[in-house]
């Protein structure tokens, strides 16, 4: 009997197929890989550009509190201001027109501060900054120094490529505290993960940012502080309050949030919110908003008053949420 072999046909045919088999799996390895990384690089190039806008403001922010050390606050603040900026006292009020005045430019107060916490636009045209500050004051003939701590926050949009201030508010808190302290882009990011996509983001108005500001004052006479903030702040939301040290994620933030205001409202005395001002970012998914919220519009009433300034992030659930809030009553 004559064995035949087939022309091309190898001696080991399973040999051969495994062979094949690998070598098939391991193209579709690489491909798998290759789909991968293209697909990624976007993102990574849109993490890169975000971090290197977040290094800018932080770089802002800190050539800032240099220059208020050295050259003092009014020159410090008056060098940064933005048009129409606001500054926290019995509501807002011009900064520029402030820092101007006499008494200010008399005063010998020194500010020093560092922020623990940055967050910025996917735009790289809003900024927020916010951490501990400490307010030196001389007093008296023989020059005694008297110092208050508290957490100072800071609104920043770039115009004309520099970053100018739009809005700072600074809450009081008993005792000391470091102003030795750095902000981490990580903690950015978790805001971030809670934030819709650029899509979904591109068509919002400031009109829609004031809408979100009204309701939230209207739930926190229907469901009480807490509940409010439980609802409609971030799972990565943070808190400013005076007296106390800022409070971080939505159980913390909330509970103290409500303890404060709560405190503060009765059913039979609701509050009022104004919305005074705010921006929303080019690329529409982070904005702010300030104002007063009181629980009697009459001015001459000793009822509740107190300055609020909200940063806000539209997120996946097609709804604007608060990423942080501050009180400065008044």
């Not at 102003?179 to 829609?208: I, W, Y």
């Not at 943070?238 to 509970?255: D, N």
């Not at 300034?309 to 809030?325: D, P, V």
Request: proline share 4%.
């Amino acid at each position: 009997m004559v064995s035949m072999t087939l022309i091309g046909d190898p001696p080991n045919r399973r040999q051969w197929q495994g062979e094949q088999g690998e070598s098939m799996r391991t193209v579709r390895l690489q491909l798998f890989i290759m789909l991968g990384v293209f697909s990624c690089a976007p993102v990574l190039a849109q993490e890169g550009e975000q971090r290197r806008d977040w290094q800018e403001l932080v770089n802002a922010d800190r050539l800032f509190a240099s220059q208020a050390t050295s050259v003092g606050r009014t020159t410090a603040f008056l060098e940064v201001l933005g048009p129409d900026s606001v500054v926290f006292r019995e509501g807002p009020v011009d900064a520029r027109s402030l820092y101007q005045t006499d008494e200010f430019r008399r005063s010998v107060d020194q500010m020093a501060w560092n922020s623990h916490y940055v967050d910025i636009s996917r735009a790289g045209d809003l900024g927020l900054t916010a951490g501990p500050t400490r307010l030196t004051a001389v007093e008296g003939e023989g020059d005694s120094e008297r110092q208050a701590f508290g957490y100072m926050i800071g609104v920043w949009r770039k115009i004309d490529g520099d970053w100018m201030l739009m809005a700072d508010i600074v809450v009081r808190i008993p005792g000391i505290l470091s102003v030795d302290v750095m902000p981490r882009f990580s903690d950015t990011l978790l805001a971030r993960e809670e934030t819709a996509h650029p899509v979904m983001a591109r068509e919002n108005t400031q009109q829609d940012l004031i809408d979100a500001d009204n309701l939230f004052g209207l739930s926190i006479n229907y469901r009480g502080g807490q509940r409010a903030l439980l609802r409609y702040g971030l799972e990565n939301q943070r808190v400013y309050l005076p007296g106390m040290a800022p409070a971080v994620g939505i159980e913390a933030a909330s509970t103290v949030y409500g303890k404060f205001l709560d405190n503060q409202l009765s059913t039979t005395n609701p509050v009022s919110l104004t919305y005074m001002g705010g921006y929303l970012a080019e690329s529409g998914e982070l904005g702010y908003t300030y104002g007063v919220m009181a629980t009697s519009s009459d001015e001459s009433d000793a009822g509740f008053r107190t300055n609020y300034l909200r940063l806000w992030r539209f997120t996946e659930s097609n709804e604007w949420k608060i990423a942080l809030e501050v009180l400065r009553p008044f």
